[in-house]
């Protein structure tokens, strides 16, 4: 069974700019979670969503957004990107039982 | 409000040395889960453990051991014999059962260096 994809591996982008990161969760796993990961303030929980809604949200800024679409595939996008949002975004998906949470290798963002 | 807290930021141990990693939640709930996860330098999280707030047993899984003690909140992780292939950074995390699993508070994270 394939595992959670996340797409692209690495991002560069300036300032300003917006971004939209993927993740494919594994087959079967309809929750999606995401999560930002910096040296300053660590793992932080972005968003989950199940069956296509929003189920939890961290205390992010409405920057930050996402969706899940019917396949369970899901988007995460930032808009005006800012310095502080470099970071490795991860993306986890969990079974129907939700015991745990299969995180992708995740997205490096570097904002310039 | 919920935390995790790992006290420690580095731990550097020689290989078939045992080492601990500590962890301290906090949380209002009667009803929660702990977890164990492992960050290799691939940047993907490895679960290791999940552990109800009703279940106290400790458990042993090969070289690994984990003691989940409510009375002082902590849920300390024992790497037994360590080897280089343990060299990671390990988190704790936290979810409150009211949070349908997608949601976890993770502490800081313990970053391991097994040297041979």
């Known amino acids: 069974k394939a595992g959670v994809t996340q797409t692209p591996r690495y991002l560069i982008k300036t300032r300003g700019q917006q971004v939209t990161l993927s993740c494919s969760p594994i087959?079967?796993?309809?929750?999606v979670s995401w999560y930002q990961q910096t040296p300053g303030q660590g793992l932080q929980f972005l968003f989950e969503y199940f069956s296509e809604t929003q189920r939890n949200k961290g205390n992010f800024p409405g920057r930050f957004s996402g969706r899940q679409f019917s396949n369970s595939r899901s988007e995460m996008n930032v808009s005006t990107l800012e310095l502080g949002d470099s970071a490795l975004y991860l993306c986890?998906?969990?079974?129907?039982?939700?015991?745990?949470?299969?995180f992708g290798s995740g997205t490096q963002l570097s904002v310039l | 409000a919920q935390k995790v807290t790992q006290a420690q930021t580095e731990i550097s141990v020689v290989e078939k040395e045992d080492v601990t990693l500590d962890c301290v939640y906090e949380t209002r709930d009667t009803t929660y889960y702990l977890f164990w996860y492992k960050q290799p330098p691939s940047g993907e999280l490895v679960f290791l453990i999940r552990r109800n707030s009703f279940d106290e047993q400790n458990e042993i899984s090969g070289r690994y051991s984990w003691n989940f003690q409510k009375s002082t909140s902590s849920f300390n992780f024992t790497i037994t014999a360590s080897q280089v292939v343990d060299s990671a950074v390990y988190f704790c995390?936290?979810?409150?059962?009211?949070?349908?699993?997608?949601?976890?508070?993770f502490g800081q994270g313990t970053e391991l260096s097994v040297k041979p």
């Open positions: 087959s079967g796993h309809r929750s």
């Open positions: 986890a998906s969990s079974p129907p039982q939700g015991e745990k949470l299969f």
């Open positions: 995390a936290l979810s409150e059962a009211g949070n349908q699993g997608g949601k976890l508070i």
